[in-house]
């Protein structure tokens, strides 16, 4: 199957930009869809194809991708933006099959 | 409105079989993927399987092929995920989810079933 490489944590102050990468043999061909969890909750769609936000995420939410790295942008992150994110993107195992990355820590200081 | 409502939070012991819902409505359930997450204990997402309602054609990662079962009833709109023998490291919250407005994965997701197996 595919792995997803994502750094474990992040810093970020409050109102600056952040990204957060994701790295994988399957992003030279497909996108990277990302999530957001916060702690005892349900994941949430933030990002997905080539830069498209979900009808209520903010627009300081973006995502980009060149070669075998897909990256979210946090753009005056907020302190509810601190929270764990996740990548995923097709699995080379099968169609249909998706994968997620080991996920991100954000800190917004 | 899209919703995905998931049974409750289940302790088993080693060795039981389980049986957990995921009841889709709001939307097509025939229609649209809709499949399974598990997180353990301060662990990441885990992408496990999906199912197309419809037909039943059921897909599988390959690190959970063989250790549940990934099954829908569309007379009742639900999706379900069992195991057949429990194991202490099955314990995690898993979580429905669907593929339905977004060219993405999964985009709406169930409130998780929390899953402790102990003896």
């Known amino acids: 199957s595919s792995e997803l490489t994502q750094d474990p944590a992040v810093s970020v102050a409050l109102g600056q930009t952040v990204r957060i990468t994701c790295q994988g043999d399957?992003?030279?061909?497909?996108?990277a869809s990302w999530y957001q969890q916060k702690p005892g909750q349900a994941p949430v769609l933030v990002i997905y194809g080539k830069n498209n936000r979900p009808s209520g995420i903010p627009d300081r939410f973006s995502g980009s991708s060149s070669g075998n790295t897909a990256s979210l942008t946090i753009t005056g992150a907020q302190a509810e933006d601190e929270a764990d994110y996740y990548c995923?993107?097709?699995?080379?195992?099968?169609?249909?099959?998706?994968?997620f990355g080991g996920g991100t820590k954000l800190t917004v200081l | 409105e899209v919703q995905l409502v998931q049974s409750g939070a289940e302790v088993k012991k080693p060795g039981e079989s389980l049986k957990i819902s995921c009841k889709g409505s709001?939307?097509?359930?025939?229609?649209?993927?809709i499949g399974w997450v598990r997180q353990m204990p301060g662990k990441g997402l885990e992408w496990m399987g999906i199912?197309?309602?419809?037909?039943?054609?059921?897909r599988y990662s390959p690190s959970f092929q063989g250790q549940v079962t990934i099954s829908a009833d569309k007379s009742i709109s639900t999706a379900y995920l069992q195991w057949s023998s429990l194991k202490a490291s099955d314990t995690a919250m898993y979580y429905c989810?669907?593929?339905?407005?977004?060219?993405?994965?999964?985009?709406?997701w169930g409130q998780g079933t929390l899953v402790t197996v102990s003896s």
């Open positions: 709001g939307y097509s359930f025939t229609s649209y993927w």
């Open positions: 199912i197309y309602p419809g037909d039943s054609d059921t």
């Open positions: 989810a669907a593929r339905i407005a977004a060219a993405a994965d999964f985009d709406y």
């Open positions: 995923n993107s097709r699995d080379s195992s099968g169609n249909h099959l998706r994968v």
């Open positions: 399957s992003l030279r061909s497909y996108y």
